[in-house]
């Protein structure tokens, strides 16, 4: 037996002095009617008038333990339980069209990212960047609805050339906010190049939000050059601009937030430590919930059955 408001239980301190009060008004009621009123009037004929003021009592008694909430037993429901939410932040800009990892690194992004997108139970939500960051969707629990999203993407999406990591960063940790009940954790996809100053400033509020930033590091440090329409970009001297990765940056990020980094990952196995290898399971967890019955019903019939008797014990009153 538990209650759901036991602090209301103190009311019962009430009763001894709610019980006398009516005993004491009980008899004063016959010392008046004896000295005012006709033996034949009186109403001696209700044998369990004296009785009222125990009935009464007892009634505001159980009235007051069914408003604390008694309960009893308990019946067993299934709770699904997901896992975190999950920010996937990925840049989209030129330098992912380098082609040093067998493939683009964004057609190696793409494909990473679908992997944990399928393996990720939970909510998912997505972020892109160049210079400037943009949630292209924000969280939901329809994978399949974000792969779409993400098959509609190309390098140089955002019209803003360039690669500020900490902008993104910034963009992802307020989804997260947004959200603070959940625990939630961001993966960042990318070679690694930065050329904006807000880095340590999202790592700073990232570490005091208590959210992991896992990286995924994509190209090779010998890099490549970046293939557009019209030959391989070149800077403004003319010289062909060759994109490097910078696993440094990548791994500095991962340490400084508690997350994990994954360099060039060729194979499921290699996500594992993210959540989506080959083990990884789609489905969510399902628990056994024991939820206390309400038994407030049966103290509230005791309490208007005898608050019933003590009416009726009243017929008769002078």
């Not at 400084?256 to 789609?282: D, I, K, M, R, Y």
Request: without cysteine; charged residues 20%.
């Amino acid at each position: 037996m538990s209650f759901r408001e036991p602090v209301m239980l103190w009311l019962l301190l009430a009763v001894p002095f709610a019980l006398w009060f009516l005993a004491w008004r009980e008899k004063r009621r016959g010392e008046i009617a004896r000295r005012f009123v006709s033996e034949r009037v009186r109403g001696l004929s209700n044998g369990i008038r004296p009785l009222r003021p125990a009935l009464l009592a007892t009634g505001l008694a159980l009235a007051i333990v069914a408003l604390a909430g008694p309960r009893f037993g308990s019946t067993v429901v299934p709770v699904e339980q997901r896992q975190s939410n999950r920010i996937l932040v990925m840049d989209v800009s030129d330098s992912m069209l380098a082609e040093d990892v067998g493939v683009s690194r964004w057609s190696a992004a793409r494909s990473v990212a679908r992997r944990l997108i399928r393996a990720q139970p939970g909510r998912i939500a997505l972020v892109i960047f160049e210079s400037s960051a943009q949630t292209v969707s924000p969280f939901t629990t329809d994978g399949e609805a974000v792969i779409s999203l993400l098959d509609s993407i190309e390098p140089g999406e955002t019209d803003d050339p360039g690669s500020d990591i900490g902008a993104a960063l910034t963009a992802a940790e307020k989804l997260a906010e947004a959200d603070a009940g959940q625990k939630t954790d961001i993966v960042l996809i990318s070679d690694g190049e930065d050329q904006g100053p807000h880095l340590e400033v999202a790592l700073t509020r990232a570490r005091n939000d208590a959210i992991p930033i896992h990286t995924v590091v994509l190209g090779s440090e010998q890099g490549a050059n970046i293939p557009i329409p019209g030959g391989p970009l070149r800077d403004e001297s003319g010289q062909v601009v060759i994109s490097s990765s910078h696993p440094e940056t990548m791994r500095h990020i991962a340490s400084a937030t508690g997350g994990e980094n994954v360099v060039n990952p060729a194979t499921p196995s290699s996500l594992a430590v993210l959540g989506a290898g080959p083990a990884a399971g789609g489905a969510s967890k399902v628990s056994w919930l024991h939820i206390p019955i309400e038994r407030f019903q049966w103290p509230l019939a005791g309490a208007i059955a005898f608050l019933l008797l003590g009416s009726i014990a009243h017929r008769g009153a002078e």
